[in-house]
Structure formats: C-alpha cells, structure tokens
Nanobody, 116 residues
Framework: QVQLVESGGGWVQPGGSLRLSCAAS????????MRWYRQAPGKEREKVAG????????NYADSVKDRFTIARDNTKNLVTLQMNSLKPEDTAVYYC?????????WGQGIQVSVSS
C-alpha cells in the first residue's frame, strides 16, 4: 500500500526553523520525483521544492530559495524539507508529492504556521 506521511509541522515565530519529513511506503523515493507543495488559505497550491534523479538534483521556488533545503534519505526512504528564516507568508499546509511517468501520490498535508 502506497503512503506518504508528513510530520514536523507546527507553529514557529518569524525567523525560526522547522524540518518537515515525508516518510514513504509502498514505493522507493529515489525512483520518483519528490516534491513539496504548499497551499495557503485562499491561494492556489504552489510548488516549493523538488528533488529527483539518481544524483538528487534539486530545484526551489524563488520565494524559498536560500532558506529551504530539500533532501532525500534513500536508506530511510524519506524526504525532508529544512525550513530556515521562516516568514509569516510561509504559513500554509505543506504537502509531500511523489511523481513518475505514470502515477502520482500525495500526502495528507501538514500545517506550518509562522507568526509572532
């Protein structure tokens, strides 16, 4: 059974850090393009970061570049998103996504709230 389970969300003050994890089961993360998306209230879901390929190439949305880092742990079959220097505009539900040429999976989402 395929599952993506996010963890690590919560509330943090501006300038703080959080680390999200996405634990996968039923497939191997290294064989999929793995991405984090987020959706803020009243806004469309947007792509935040992605990691793909054997070498683990990465890409980021301009809004999070130099603050967020996506990583993949092949031994634990999970993907993480290290979020530093968080801003109130980073507040959203964050989703883990796995995609290959024929299928796509989504996690249930996890709330990240940044406020003082």
């Amino acid at each position: 059974q395929v599952q993506l389970v996010e963890s690590g969300g919560g509330w943090v003050q501006p300038g703080g850090s959080l680390r999200l994890s996405c634990a996968a089961s039923g497939f191997t993360v290294s064989t999929y393009a793995m991405r984090w998306y987020r959706q803020a209230p009243g806004k469309e879901r947007e792509k935040v970061a992605g990691i793909f390929g054997v070498r683990g190439s990465t890409n980021y949305a301009d809004s999070v570049k130099d603050r967020f880092t996506i990583a993949r742990d092949n031994t634990k079959n999970l993907v993480t998103l290290q979020m530093n220097s968080l801003k109130p505009e980073d507040t959203a539900v964050y989703y883990c996504n796995a995609q290959n040429w024929e299928t796509e999976y989504w996690g249930q989402g996890i709330q990240v709230s940044v406020s003082s």
